[in-house]
């Protein structure tokens, strides 16, 4: 069964977690990542045929897709998602990208601390929403540089606020206020600067990088998917230590303050935060 997000400890169990998650990624995350990620999607460099596209981190494809779905349709890039766990990448392969010829498509397990590609390869390298959850970010960063071409484009983004998990940890408050809050992978990664100051001891110069906020609000069956998750066994660990009764009252609490969420926004509400930056020439 899987447990909380706790990646920067030894013996993570952080591969299990993404492993039980990996079936359910789209509908459990309220499609949040894609969303927020569909909001930056203009940011992303141009892309033609010749583009050779790193999705890094993958998962089951969620930056690929949004990509993807905007593309003209005579435009066939190159495109190689990673994740290391390799349920990620089966359900990437199952995954339908209409319009893309498939051999231009390839999903790899692969650990983004060792990416096993020549230097100076990719057109653009995308991170999407899995940069706090690397062990050493700047470990991963410094491949990610290394395997840009000059001029090449990385796109990572992080959350600025992880709507559902503020809802876990609001939820944990008022039944068991004295108990520590659920642990969420990397929150010193939540922040544009955190990122950027990781990228410039990786490689990349100031005056090539950018950053800039976007949020989504998940409603509907995206927000079905929210409670989904909230309510299971991926918040487990929010209720440790928690009597019977206690637990017996999580749904009724959780529904109390996704309640007031809606109330409050229409719906959980993410931000997040997309650093853009270029590969100099020189490097
Ligand atoms: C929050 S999910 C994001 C997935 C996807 N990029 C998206 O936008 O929805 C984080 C992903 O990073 C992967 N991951 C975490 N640490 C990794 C590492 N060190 N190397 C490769 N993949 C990793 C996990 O397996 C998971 O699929």
């Known amino acids: 069964m899987a447990d909380s997000y706790q990646p920067s400890s030894q013996g993570s169990n952080l591969p299990k977690y993404f492993h039980h998650l990996s079936q359910t990624y789209t509908h459990q995350t309220g499609n949040s990542t894609r969303n927020l990620f569909a909001q930056i999607a203009h940011r992303v ?31 066939h890039p190159q495109i190689v998602a990673t994740d290391m766990v390799p349920a990620m990448i089966d359900a990437f392969k199952s995954t339908e990208f209409p319009g893309i010829n498939p051999n231009h498509i390839t999903g790899i397990v692969m650990k983004s601390e060792t990416l096993a590609f020549p230097a100076n390869h990719f057109t653009h390298s995308i991170t999407n929403f899995s940069v706090f959850n690397f062990a050493d970010p700047s470990i991963c960063l410094r491949e990610i540089h290394r395997t840009l071409k000059p001029s090449g484009q990385a796109v990572i983004t992080t959350w600025k606020r992880f709507g559902i998990g503020e809802v876990v940890h609001e939820t944990q408050r008022r039944v068991r206020p004295d108990l520590p809050l659920m642990k969420f992978s990397g929150p010193d990664m939540y922040s544009a600067d955190a990122v950027v100051d990781v990228m410039l001891r990786s490689g ?33 660990s929010a209720r440790r230590g928690w009597t019977e009764e206690e637990k017996d009252r999580w749904g009724v609490v959780l529904g109390d303050v996704l309640e007031e969420e809606r109330e409050r926004f229409g719906g959980v509400r993410f931000e997040g935060w997309a650093v853009v930056a270029t590969k100099g020439d020189e490097q």
């Open 45 to 75: 460099a141009p892309i033609s045929s010749d583009s050779i596209i790193h999705d890094n981190a993958s998962g089951p494809g969620t930056a690929t897709g949004v990509i993807l779905s905007n593309l003209p349709p005579d435009v």
């Open 204 to 236: 990349f110069a100031r005056d090539k990088i950018d950053f800039v906020s976007m949020e989504t609000v998940a409603t509907g069956e995206d927000l079905d998917g929210l409670r989904a998750f909230a309510e299971g066994q991926f918040t487990e």
